[in-house]
């Protein structure tokens, strides 16, 4: 009878010893990879929110870029989703409207550390939705001998449309490259590539009441630009999307081409490169895509306020900072911290010069339909079968579908 | 009265009871579901509505119909590419050479190679910056500047259809094969001896005699194209402007990529509708050569 009774007794310790050590589960989905510096200080920050908060234990599962998002929302509507989830901010107003996730509760001072125009980012409804994790503000990057070889000014880069075009056209003539590199693939980053003439031009997709307001003057005018530099591209546009184009800048394939600051680290060592800030159109003043992604917190994963403190943890003013600085993105916040940068690394002049004219990706409720919208438009000027007037306006009704 | 009183021998249906309940859960519910779901509004949200016959209605009325016409081009294009080739590979195959088994094996790669890096592979060779088609076509001055294959909506096309036919013959080379193998050789001697040219004993006695293979490989192989989903998206996602997307690619745009579940469960069920007559044709075609061969 003792022997049964120690057998019952040390069960129940072990079991109670099991249930113990069983944490519970934060399933957090990052995009991309773990290579980037910044993930081993994110990795640092979850070991230290761990330490802190005993019982839970996170798992990060890192998602390919190209099914990041669509694994997350999938996983959201069939009632399993992540607790915390990577994904871009122009998804927050399409999951917040089918109660996806929660709002991420920010204080005033949470609020006020943002500029206007990246809080406008994650805002809809008067809540934020999301907290901001990687920011992108884009720039013209030329290749200097490229441009001595066609007889232009390396020293004084295009600051209209017209002397792109004009930069482009001498490169392509006067050498064997081509003079831009231009992307149209069907996929997001047509779209953000696109938005930066949309913004350079004075146009919008969206206004501040909701309406679509993308059948413009500006945004014909922008659709016809990017149609034109098509002639003065690499062949075939529509089989690149943005990443293929640095391949062919470091190559000294292209003489010049769009894209945020992550590159400055890629582009060879032997390319003699410069950037500047998005040349303007007729119609605009200096602008970019602001873009940013969010950590989004996922409803009914059962730990949503520990995923809401972790997220909080991970991109704090200080936290997010080192994160920007080791992933090379353009600082979310306008500290102290930014205005050494220029002084350290003058490169970045061009990235953070235009952040308070840009303007934010469309805040839609089918982000994928407005991309395809878009997308479809650009396309069908690149390979010349619609006019700009007639594209854009083509675009504009469908979009109706999507405010 | 012995009919009444002879006993049901329950034993083989109990044997088939697992098979059959697996089948249920994994064939029968989810279509059942995804018929159910083509009646209903289901989006990301867990609330939906009943709609009626509202998802097919705004499928016609949309680009879908341009899209079936497309699906049934781009497969009887790659589908009478692969038998056509297949045929003459299996000729070729069948052809009493030296080393003809190391020709057999060097065959297979593109059938037995992982699709998704035989694609990846064919990608590459498409771009015209850095691919081996368009540097090739540059250096014999066919082309004279860099070709983007994947750019163009009828290049794209072709290029999409050149990639499954590549990935598809090995299977239709060795399936004929196979059906030459056995035909009797005493059949092609006599003819031989009668005078009969290498042509002729092809036309009058591998072809009649292959021809049940040659049906029954074209209605499998028309199933396997129809359904191509990965060489199309990933070499394409469907561009340029809709040019490759065939149904699987529409269906998985507008169910998965837009998370329009509703919408994307009646283009399902109309692909399932399509592949239930392709697959009524295959066993009825397969019935009566079982039944000739009885006979």
Known sequence: ?????????????????????????????????????????????????????????????????????????????????????????????????????????????????????????????????????????????????????AGLDPENPPKTWDEMYEAAKAIKEKTDSDGFGLAAASFDNTMHQFMNYVYTNGGEVINDKGEIVFNSENNV????????????????????????????????????????????SQIKEDINWGVTTIPVGPKGKPGTLLITDSLAVFKNSGVESQALSLAKLLTNSENQMAFELAEGYTPLRDLPEVKGLIDTDPTWKAFLDSIPTGGPEPFVTDYVGLQDAINEAVQSVVLEEVDAAEAVETAAETLEDYK | MNSVNKKIDWFPYLLLLPATIITLIIVAWPLVETIRLSFTNTSLSQTFEYVGIDNYVKMFEKKFPSVIARTFYWMAISVSLKMILGIIGAVLLNAAVPGRTLFRVLIMPPWVVPIAIGVFIWGWMYNGQFGMISGLAQRLGILSGPFEFLAYRNSAFMSTIVTDVWIGTPMVTVYLLAAMQSISPDLHEAAWTDG??????????????????????????????????????????????????????????????????GEGSARAVMIVLFLSIFSAFYFLMVSKIAKKSTA
């Open chain 1, 221 to 264: 005018e922008a659709l016809a630009f990017y149609g034109k530099m098509a002639s003065v591209s690499q062949d075939g546009p529509i089989a690149y999307d943005r990443a293929k184009l640095r391949p062919l800048f470091s190559e000294s394939r292209i003489g010049m081409f769009i894209s945020g600051p992550w590159e400055r």
């Open chain 1, 1 to 149: 009878m003792k022997n049964k009774l120690r057998l019952c007794v040390s069960a129940l310790a072990l079991m109670t010893t099991a249930s113990a050590f069983s944490a519970e589960k934060i399933h957090m989905i990052n995009c991309g990879d773990d290579t980037g510096k910044g993930i081993q200080l994110q990795n640092e920050l979850i070991k230290q929110w761990e330490a802190e908060n005993e019982g839970y234990t996170v798992e990060v599962e890192f998602v390919p870029w190209g099914q990041c998002q669509e694994k997350s929302t999938s996983l959201a509507s069939a009632g399993n989703p992540p607790a915390i989830s990577y994904m871009g901010s122009r998804t927050l107003k399409q999951l917040a409207k089918n109660d996806l996730i929660i709002p991420v509760d920010m204080t005033e001072e949470e609020q006020a550390s943002y500029a206007a125009p990246i809080l406008a980012t994650i805002t809809s409804d008067g809540k934020q939705w999301g907290l901001p994790r990687a920011f992108s503000t884009k720039a013209l990057y030329y290749n200097k001998d490229l441009f001595k070889a």
């Open chain 2, 196 to 261: 009969a040219s290498r042509l002729y004993r092809f036309r009058r006695i591998t072809m009649p005699l292959i021809m049940p293979a040659v049906a029954t490989m074209s209605l499998l192989s028309a199933i396997w194209t129809f359904n191509s989903f990965d060489i199309i998206w990933i070499l394409t996602e469907g561009g340029p402007r809709n040019a490759t997307t065939t149904m699987i690619i529409d269906t998985y745009k507008t169910a998965i990529s837009r998370f329009r579940y």
